[in-house]
């Protein structure tokens, strides 16, 4: 059985309850892991000890330790990767990509934070007026599946570069990446500043509930989100939430097609759609439609569907099998409804939980995969008429995490970046965050401030001094 990872070393807990951790290519199980909730208060209490110290060290003690972190990571790369696509199942070519990305997040906050404890503001003479930021103290981290590796470097690296201590909760369908992520960059570094605790849903909510706690950053689904919300709130707990998305794309008659249906499919099939920002709604202007559909249909045919390690495979399988099952219902409700399967639309006869490429077209408001998130490799494609109309029909979600536009158009392009309810927008580029960049996501896609310089904001407490020189 896994391990839970407190105090820099490893914890077995003796008679937990084993949760089983499957390959989605296979359906084979891999290993168990145990429900951490009996070690919660270890776990935080570890991270409470260790804060102290952590915080009083400069910005460059931080900075030099985190920099040492990201050649650890780097030197013991292949055991993650290993782990990495037999438990999520996307590709080893992106998996190494990811813990690639992961380094060089690590690095770049380490960075950052050096550049972020003061501000001074102009004052009278014999008096001085500056900001401060202090570290939170204990940051509980709950990370997702989809990009365990990635997501959780995100959040691991502004809180210790800024002085917080961290009790990180992965995901129990991928566990074993992000444990080994962990021992392999941060063993070095003081016992307690970086634990890992292994759960589920009822571990995260003892992690979020519990009273040592001054911080809370989660990333996944609107559910949870607001439940830990709900947690926060009244505990004037600063939480940090992404959450889902039902990310638009609009294509207008300008573009090359074949181009713009390149990247639909890109953003649309990447890790099997199984991305906060991937594409689940495509617009497309109606006097270029029919020539775009069979554009999609032929890049779409393209993908190469398999596990992970092979190297010839371009989409993996699904997480699990309530996912699937998740795709699959919606998918029979748009056709159900009327909507016209182009491709796809089923489970692949195979072991692992392969769902293909799938277009739509005929989709309407009322169906579920117009509404609810995804999370899947399918591409409903809708018409429109003029581009009031598509920014229209974008901004008709609860959503508003990310949206892309093609054109050629700057006028189009500037109304959809001032209209578009949307914390991240794209204009003829795929999903993903420029490096630096920060976004707040819109409406039920979250709060806070993600990445970039202002998540070191997030993370810490800024304190206003006014310091005069005689009483």
Known sequence: MLSHWIENGAVAEAGAVGIEVLDPASEERLETMPEGVAMVDAAVASARRAQPRWGSLSPTQRKDLLLDAAVHLEGHADPIIDAFVAENGKPRREAAAEVRFAAGVLRSFAELAVHARTGVQGAAAGNLVFQHRVPRGVCACI???????????????????????????????TPMATRLLVEAAFGHLPPGVVNVLLGSGPTGAALVGHYDVDLVVFVGSERTGRSIGGVCGPLLRKVVLELGGKDPLIVDETVDLGAAARLAAA????????????????????????QFVEEMERVSAAQ??????????????????????KVASQVEDAVKLGAELHCGGYRLDRRGYFYPPTILTGVTDGM???????????????????????????????????AIVCTTSPLRAMAAIERLEAGMVKINTTRGKAEGGTSEPFKSSGIGHGYGMEILGEVTRQKSIHWRSQL
């Open 143 to 173: 990370v997702p599946w989809n990009f365990p590796i990635a997501i959780a470097m995100e959040n691991l690296a502004p809180n210790l570069a800024m002085g917080n201590t961290v009790v990180l909760k992965p995901s129990e369908k």
């Open 267 to 290: 953003t649309t099939y990447a890790n099997a759609g199984q991305i906060c920002t991937s594409t689940e709604r495509i617009y497309v202007q109606r006097s270029v439609f029919e």
């Open 304 to 325: 190469r569907i398999g596990p992970g390690r092979d190297p010839a495979t371009t989409m993996g399988p699904l997480i699990d099998e309530l996912q699937l099952e």
């Open 368 to 402: 579920l995969l117009m509404q609810e998130e995804t999370f899947g490799p399918i591409a409903p494609l809708i018409p429109f008429d003029d581009f009031e109309e598509a920014l229209a029909l974008a901004n008709a979600s609860r959503y508003g995490l990310a």
